[in-house]
């Protein structure tokens, strides 16, 4: 598995993922990366959410435009008495360091 990927999992905490598979997958997703898919991924990781969480910022930093998109899903259905949410954030640019 490319260590620049980061796997994410809408199923229940601490469930092993099968790497090898997804990493197989990946060359077909990064082809099918665009900016119209997102509202899709939104929709995909919904699961029992009653409406996408999906939020687009766009701003200049050192006179450089950046846009960060960010995505969130509740996941209360998997373990009942918790209360818990994932969120993705993505980013145009890298991040800016202090100097």
């Given at each position: 598995m490319p260590d620049q990927v980061l796997i994410a999992s809408t199923g229940v905490i601490g469930a092993p993922l099968n790497t090898e598979v997804i990493g197989k997958s990946l060359p077909g997703l990064v082809k099918a990366l665009s900016a119209e898919a997102v509202p899709r991924v939104v929709?995909?990781?919904m699961t029992t959410d009653s409406?996408?969480?999906l939020a687009l910022f766009e701003g200049k930093a050192g006179g450089?435009?950046?846009k960060v998109v960010g995505m969130a899903k509740g996941a209360g259905m998997i373990m009942l008495t918790w209360r818990p949410c994932?969120?993705?954030s993505l980013a145009t640019s890298p991040l800016i360091r202090p100097d």
């Open positions: 929709e995909a990781i409406f996408p969480k450089k435009p950046y994932s969120a993705l």
